[in-house]
């Protein structure tokens, strides 16, 4: 049976002092629940929020990381150094490091495979433009991103795999999209997944939805049968505000 996830993905927001004040108020807040609570901080500030959290339900993730094992990438964090710190889920392939940093299908695949390789949880961002959107082409856009990234994997990868589908016009916008389209679109990537792999898969794999999700729309979205939970952006920073979205699961 797949789970439910909230997890908050604070991008580059908060530095030390922020995140454990931050930390310490959603675990004093964090209420009695079946779902998966994660945090995203910084990578500079992970240690410390997996300290602050010892004895939290909430799990620390990584927002990013490098394909390679080691070596000559200045500025880049490896799954080994992830895993030796105590994170085992990492975010790959938001529409951020598609667009800011030209992470290509290509690149994520890569990503993909080492994160599996090395034992890791992978939450796997997709989505499309507006242009695809306007254009009729958003099904097409976000099979394609499923397929080149994910569907060259065994079948047992998707045991660690979850999957965020983030439109991108809905990300820092305040525009989110409707329960229905994102109802419609789960379940579209559930039938995809079925087809390529099989219906125990397509089931059994989280998808969480991502865009503008705040407590005010979360429990609507979250009722959706195929919307597995959020991948929270701004609304994560607040406290009061990610512990009303945790609530809404
Ligand atoms: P917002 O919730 O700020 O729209 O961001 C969503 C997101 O990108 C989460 O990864």
């Known amino acids: 049976m797949r789970s439910k996830i909230v997890a908050g993905n604070w991008k580059m927001n908060k530095n030390l002092a922020e995140t454990d004040s931050l930390l310490t108020e959603l675990s004093a807040k964090l209420p009695d629940t079946d779902a998966e609570v994660m945090v995203a901080p910084t990578f500079v500030n992970l240690t410390r929020a997996l300290q602050t959290l010892e004895s939290s ?4 993730i990584a927002q990013n990381m490098h394909y390679a094992e080691s070596g000559a990438f200045t500025g880049e964090i490896s799954a080994d150094m992830l895993l030796n710190i105590g994170i085992d889920t990492v975010i790959i392939g938001h529409s951020e490091r598609r667009a800011y940093f030209g992470e290509s299908d290509a690149i994520l695949s890569k990503k993909v495979i080492t994160a599996l390789k090395n034992g890791m949880r992978v939450m796997f961002c997709f989505g499309e433009e507006l242009d695809d959107r306007k254009s009729g082409n958003h099904f097409n856009v976000v099979e394609s991103q499923l397929k080149n990234v994910l569907f060259n994997l065994e079948p047992s990868a998707w045991t ?9 016009w809905a990300i820092g916008t305040g525009e989110t999209a409707s329960p229905e389209q994102a109802q419609e679109m789960h379940a579209f990537i559930r039938k995809t997944i079925s087809e390529a792999f099989d219906s125990t898969i397509a089931t059994n794999v989280s998808i969480l939805y991502g865009g503008s999700v705040k407590p005010s ?3 609507e979205i979250f009722s ?3 919307v597995d939970g959020g991948l929270i952006g701004g609304a994560s920073l607040v406290a009061d505000d990610f512990i009303a979205i945790v609530k809404a699961i």
Do not use: C, Q, S
């Not at 339900?57 to 620390?60: A, H």
């Open 160 to 168: 660690n795999i979850i999957l965020a589908y983030e439109p991108v």
């Open 57 to 60: 339900k909430i799990e620390v």
């Open 224 to 226: 959706k049968p195929d």
């Open 217 to 219: 729309n979360a429990e």
